[in-house]
């Protein structure tokens, strides 16, 4: 078991002979600035969070993470906006890109979506520009009571025509897709949309097998991260996907792996101190905030579940 603590003596940080992406994170949350439910609990701590989890980020090693690149997600277009300056600055400081953005409108945002979207991402795609990928964008039944099904779906198909209009124009960028309890719906949609897009990631998956199988059938990738280990249904999926076609994720702040999951039973890396947000100190963890760095743990537990080594899951 390794554990990180500011008293522990110096040892490589977990990861860091890995080369591992952080594929999302949503370092916009108020929580990275402090703010829990609308109050304030600690100063803005964000650049310590980077510290800890990117490799070369002002010029030193990562302190405690080992992520190469962390993509940050955007739920509207005001939001791809700040998460582009975001990346700007951050960038700014790093040897090489070490992070980049999604843009796009989530589905709990669908009646958000404005024209803008295509002229944003074809002025700023990667490799000259920081937005990787079309999204967050999907289904979320789970929340209808902030966009409902109607207003999800007319989002969702109108980014499927964002990411059409794209590639007509030379611009081929990835999906990341958001499907919450949703059933075969967004399946269905992205099938019979399949020539509009050139692949992607079904992200924060939890779902059943047949649909990881369905989703995968289209050239998806699967995306794990703390909400995926919840149950043991969860893991049993989990143990039964192929390595080559999962991606890995915090989906920071949010999504920790708790010890009352079963998938926690694989985690051998823990990030100390930790403190709740009422009583921050400078340089502690938050409990239950999870950052980028942490993402070695959901690439433990997959290994685990699968019975293989984390390089073997890196590497994939």
Known sequence: MSSLSSTSSPS?????????????????????????????????????VLRRSLTQYEGHAAE???????????????????????CEKINAKCASKGVATTAGFHPTRATE??????EHVKENAWPQGDVVALGELGLDYDRLQFSD??????????QLAVSERLQSSGVSLPLFIHSRNCGDDLYEVLKDNRSKFPGGVVHSFDGPLALAEKYMSLGLYIGLNGCSFRTPENMSVVSQLPLDRLMLETDAPWCDIRPTHPGHAHVSTFFEPVKKEKKWEEGCFVKNRTEPCMVVQ?????????GVKVEDVAEA
Do not use: W
């Open 298 to 306: 959901v690439l433990e537990v997959v290994a685990g579940c699968q």
């Open 149 to 158: 099904k109607e207003s999800q779906m007319t989002s969702l198909l109108a």
């Open 64 to 86: 405690v993470g080992g992520c190469e690149r962390v993509i940050i997600t955007a739920g509207t277009l005001s939001e791809a906006r700040e998460t582009l300056a975001m």
């Open 12 to 48: 490589p940080p977990p990861g860091g002979s890995l080369r591992l992406i952080d594929i999302g994170a949503n370092l916009l949350d108020s929580k990275f600035s402090g703010e829990y439910n609308g109050s304030s609990r600690h100063p803005p701590d964000l650049e310590t």
């Open 113 to 118: 979506y404005e024209e803008g979207l295509y």
